[in-house]
C-alpha cells in the first residue's frame, strides 16, 4: 500500500502515475489541487498569485495535452520591470536601456569585469557572492539583490545561490551590451511563453487530474505519522498501514507530526525556513489595466510588494467583461506580524502611488489570501538538513515530492514530473 499525504498536483501525479498499484491519496482540503486551485469571486477567477504552465518536458506536455485537449492558449509573455521611474522589459540584466546613463554605463563596467572571473560553483557559496560574480555590482545593486530581498525577506548574504539554475536568466556580454544600448532582448529565461486555460482559472488542470484519480480521499488531514510501525493516523483518528509514503505537504509540518526511529523528528522542522506571501487580488471596474503587461516586477525600496500581474490580461475568461483584475505580491518573514486590513491598506496605497489603481477606479472585490509556506529559504541550515533528512526518511519508506515535500524552488510542471517519476521508482521497487 502506497499512502501520498496531499493532493496538489504532485500529489494527483503520484497517483495518476501509479495506476493499479494499491494506492490512497490523503488531502486535508475539501477540494484537491493544493497551490494550483483558483476561486471564483462575484465573476472574478483568482489563482494564487499568477499561475501560468511552463511546460519544455515533453511528458509534462503530453499529459497536460491529454487532460485539457485544445484548453490551453499559449501566449508569449510581456513582462516588465518598473525602477527608478522607467519600465524596461523582462530581464533587468539584459534591458538596462532607460535607467540613468550613469548608472547604465557602471552595470556594464562592471558587468564587464566578471567576464574574467569564475563563477563559484561551491554549493555554500552565498547569493551575494554568486550574484557579484555573475552580473558584477551595479545589476546587483539596482535589480538582483533588492528584488530578491523583498520576495524572500532574506539578505543575499545570508541565503545559498542553489535555486537561481534555471529561475535567474544569464546573459552574454552581446545581450547586456545590446540591451543597455536600446536593443530590447526579449524572450529570455524559463518563462518566455506559457500556457493558460482558455476557460476557467489554473484550477481547471488539478481537477482533470483528479477526474483520473480513483483513490482520492479530501477532508483527510493526516496527524501523525509513526515512522516505525509504518501507518499514519487521520485527524479523525483513522488509521493506515502503508508500505510506502509519498509527502507532498510541507516537509517542516510532515517532521512536525513524524514519531518513531531514532531521530527526534519534530526538533529538525526548524532547520528549515520559508517566507509567506501575503496576495490582494483586485477586481476593478476598468479595461484595459496593466497595459496589457501580464506582470510587473519592482525591485525599489518605495513600493511595498515584489510584484504585480494582470489575470484579465491571461484570459479573457477571468473576468466579467468591461473589468480587469489584478494581485500583488508581498513578501513576509514567517515571524512578522500578519494583520490582513492593514497588509491590505498598505498594498493599495502603493498600488495607487505605483499608479496602477486610479483614485476613481472602482474596487468591486478585494481578497487578501496568505500563502505560508510561499519560497522555501536557501541557506546552509536547509542545505545541511536536507541532506540528513531526505536519506534517514527513506529508509523508512518515505518520499519527499513537489515544491514542499522536497523543500525546494519548483514549479507546476516539476510537480507532475516529481509524481510520474516517484511512480516510476516505486513500480521498479515492486517489480
Ligand atoms: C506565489 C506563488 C506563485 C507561483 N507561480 C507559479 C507559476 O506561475 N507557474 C508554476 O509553474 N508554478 C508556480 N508556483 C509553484 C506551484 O504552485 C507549485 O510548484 C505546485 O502547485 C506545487 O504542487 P504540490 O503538489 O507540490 O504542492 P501543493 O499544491 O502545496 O500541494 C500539497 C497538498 O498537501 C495538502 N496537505 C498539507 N498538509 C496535509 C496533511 N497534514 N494531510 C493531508 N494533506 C495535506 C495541502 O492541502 C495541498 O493540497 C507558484 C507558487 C507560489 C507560492
Redesign the pocket.
Known sequence: MIVI?????????TAYHLGAAEHVV????ST??????SREIDGFIF????????LRDPRAIRLVEDLLPGGLAETVRKAVIRSRGVTLPFPYQANLHGLPPDFVARCVVEFVKTLDGEVPDDPATSFEDWALAVFGRGICDGFMFPYNEKLFRRRPADMTADWVSWAVPKPNLDEVVRGATGVPNTGMGY?AT?RYPASGG?GVL?EALARRVEHLRCD????VVDLEARKVT??SGERLAYDQLVV???LP??LA?ARGGDTDWPSQAPRLDASV?A?LNLGVAREGMGDGAHWIYYPDDDVPFYRAGFPSNFSDAVAPPGTSSMYV?MGLRKDEPYDPEQLASTMERGLLDAGLLLPEDKVLVRDLVR?D???VIFDRSRQQAMAELVPALKAHGVHL??????WTY??????IL??LEIAESLHLAEE
Open positions: 499525504i496531499g493532493g496538489g498536483l504532485a500529489g494527483l501525479s490523503l488531502e486535508s482540503e484537491p489541487g493544493g497551490l494550483c486551485r489563482d494564487y498569485t499568477g499561475h501560468l504552465l511552463h518563462n506559457f489554473i488539478p483527510c488531514p493526516v496527524a487521520l485527524a507532498t505537504a510541507p509540518a510532515f507530526m506571501v496576495c505580491e500563502v509556506p510561499g519560497y515530492i513537489g515544491r514542499y515535500g522536497a519548483s514549479y507546476m510542471e516539476r510537480a516529481d509524481g
